[in-house]
């Protein structure tokens, strides 16, 4: 099992970018442009379903995964009838 999860990060888009971009010290002002230049980079991953999927099942709260940011994660667990329960 810990080898597929190994195998799609090999195939991230973001393997070769700066981390500190997924993890904007805020959402809004001079953070908003990080937020989009890091969603820009998960547009053309070709693992961001796993990625968002594992992040949602680890319960990360902070930083960009699979596209969203935190609060993003959070609002569609609230809305999934799965985050209800």
Same mark, same amino acid.
């Given at each position: 099992m810990k080898s597929d999860h190994v195998e799609w990060q090999h195939r991230a888009a973001c393997r070769d970018e700066d981390p500190e971009l997924f993890f904007p010290v805020s959402e809004m002002g001079p953070g908003a442009r990080q937020v989009a230049q890091a969603k820009a980079v998960c547009a053309r991953c070709p693992v961001r379903a796993e990625c968002l999927s594992s992040a949602l099942d680890a319960g990360l709260d902070y930083g960009i995964f699979g596209g969203l940011t935190g609060s993003e994660r !959070?609002?569609?667990?609230? !809305?999934?009838p799965a985050g209800a329960a």
């Open positions: !959070r609002k569609l667990v609230r !809305r999934s």
